[in-house]
């Protein structure tokens, strides 16, 4: 099987939008951030390789579930569009309006194997169910179905997505490492967090559903 790859202007647009994403702390970066704190930089960086190792079990199950209905349909494509585009600016007004929730990323301070950090890293992921609603929205604005192997767009993208994740939470582990306490307690960063993740997810809807594609 032919493996395509979406075309140089959709692919910049992707790698822009992900960094802006990433650049956000959600759930799994406070996630390491907190084995980080607890443990040091290599728990973060554990911890780190099994959250993103569960991304690619969702990226494969967008790219199985998406893959027909993509390529068999411009209105199933525009359905898809419109309603991933809504869901990612709810998403951004839940995270402003929802209130913050600064026990979400409290942790136990008993000391765990690196076997444990990483399951726990995959399970928190895996198991979350917005992650896997997050790529069914996201990934399909920047495939280019005029190309084909609609699929297999949707594999690279995931894994761009998946590598500058483990880079940019690895980040985070390092800092974290060294001075993230304040990131798990600060009521003040939690709070600004809460509003730039808000805005960023709202913009990113609004430009997928009004964007040009132009697909016939």
């Known amino acids: 099987m032919e493996f395509v790859i979406p075309g ?5 647009l992707f790698v822009v939008a992900a960094v802006a994403l990433l650049l956000v702390p959600g759930l ?3 996630f390491i951030v907190a084995r980080s704190v607890e443990q040091g930089r290599l728990a973060g960086f554990v911890s780190d390789l099994g ?3 569960a991304t690619l079990v969702h990226v494969l199950a967008a790219a199985l579930g998406l893959s027909a209905v993509l390529a068999s349909s411009a209105i199933a494509f525009s359905i898809v569009k419109y309603v991933g585009a809504a869901y990612l600016i709810w998403i951004g007004l839940r995270k402003i309006f929802g209130g913050s929730k600064g026990g979400d990323a ?5 000391r765990h194997s690196y076997r444990r950090l990483y399951r726990d890293g995959f399970l928190v992921n895996l198991l979350n169910p917005k992650t896997a609603l997050f790529f069914l929205a996201f990934l399909p604005q920047f495939v280019d179905v005029s190309r084909g192997h609609v699929a297999t767009q949707i594999v690279f993208l995931g894994l761009v997505f998946t590598g500058l994740g483990f880079i940019s ?4 582990a390092l800092v974290a ?3 993230g306490k304040w990131l798990k307690q600060s009521r003040t960063y939690l709070n600004f967090e809460r509003y730039v993740s808000g805005v960023i997810f709202i913009g990113l809807g609004l430009t997928a559903a009004f964007a040009g594609n132009h697909r016939k």
């Open 177 to 179: 490492s060294a001075a």
């Open 169 to 172: 939470d690895g980040c985070y």
């Open 28 to 30: 799994a970066v406070l």
């Open 8 to 12: 140089t202007a959709n692919l910049g």
């Open 51 to 53: 959250i993103h190792s």
């Open 106 to 110: 409290e942790a136990t301070p008993a």
